[in-house]
């Protein structure tokens, strides 16, 4: 999967997939009170340079209601399509909003006397291991802190929205075009994407959505489908219906070629899990129990690594020696 592929901001740069975001998985009762009708992209005029290079957010806003008056919020939606899980994201996040709130002020969108607007901060995450970062910020800053030095810390908390731990039981239940996201990144086999492709042709039907399906096509044909067979041609598709004819004639082929990748996939893996076992014993009959760093480098490390580590164990004097540090 590339990791910064620009169809995945053009999905959500179109209203539906975030009006679908906010109705889906935003359950809390403030929402209820979002205005969809006034649902607007925050165009990149007046964006410092920095948050433009942040090629991989999007940022939305509509109005909520309270008390009968309307104000703004600000949706930030980072897209975390990599393979590691970033342990600061709460930082970076309050670096993206600060920045978002000196490009308001300077583009005088915020009044000299108004109050700043509130941010929904929303990490969208599709990798393959689980998120383990803090989601909110006072998590990540040393607990023994003194009680009153501990409230002078910035404070933020972001919504996480991990595609992979949504079962898809759930997920079916939703008519809901970024549920149908995450069931095409989850799915299994070719006849899985078939079926919830159908569901976009017919929620996506009629000329206001042509966009949209383009834009679901453009990540088809970019992302999902040569993730899933490599190597096979993909044809030059311009509508989901044509995909999904397609995969009604392919999917008997395609089911037995992924399950052959995922054969080779598993022998693969086998392989590598072998070695890593026959390593780590090697290093504790050397240097005795290992800490906790050196069996999180052995749970990462690649068949490359893992040769290299075990023709230093005879030669090399300690551990930290072993994976390439000095002591």
């Known amino acids: 999967m590339a990791t910064h592929d620009p169809s995945y901001k053009l999905l959500f740069s179109h209203r539906k997939m975030v009006s679908d975001l906010l109705r889906g998985f935003v359950h809390e009762e403030w929402a209820e009170r979002l205005d ?158 078939q079926r919830v492709i159908a569901c976009l042709v017919e929620w996506l039907a009629g000329a206001e959505n042509a966009s949209l399906r383009r834009a679901f096509v453009v990540w088809l044909k970019r992302v999902l489908l040569p993730a899933r067979v490599p190597g096979v041609e993909i044809p030059n598709f311009s509508e989901l219906q044509e995909i999904h004819d397609m995969l009604a004639e392919r999917v008997k082929t395609w089911t037995q070629e992924w399950k052959d990748e995922g054969l080779r996939e598993g022998r693969r893996e086998g392989r590598q899990e072998g070695e890593t076992k026959v390593l780590r014993r090697q290093l504790t009959r050397r240097f005795g129990p290992l800490p906790s760093w050196a069996e999180e480098r052995l749970g990462q490390a690649g068949e490359a690594e893992l040769e290299e580590w075990a023709d230093r164990v005879l030669e090399c004097r300690s551990l930290k020696e072993v994976f390439g540090g000095s002591d």
């Open 36 to 193: 969809f009708n006034t649902l607007e992209r925050v165009r990149e005029v007046g964006i410092s340079q920095n948050l433009r290079q942040r090629i991989d957010d999007v940022i939305w806003r509509l109005r909520i209601i309270e008390d009968g008056r309307a104000r703004w919020l600000y949706v930030y939606i980072l897209l975390e399509f990599q393979s590691t899980v970033d342990r600061i994201m709460a930082a970076r996040l309050l670096t993206y909003i600060g920045l978002l709130y000196e490009d308001l002020h300077r583009s005088k969108e915020i009044g000299p006397d108004d109050p700043l607007p509130p941010v929904l901060p929303i990490v969208l995450y599709n990798g393959a291991e689980p998120w383990t970062a803090k989601t909110d910020l006072a998590d990540l800053i040393d607990p023994s802190l003194p009680p009153q030095l501990r409230r002078w810390q910035p404070q933020l908390r972001y919504l996480l929205l991990e595609e992979r731990r949504y079962p898809e039981t759930d997920l079916a239940r939703l008519p809901n075009v970024v549920a149908a996201l995450f069931r095409l990144e989850n799915a299994q086999a070719p006849e899985n994407i």
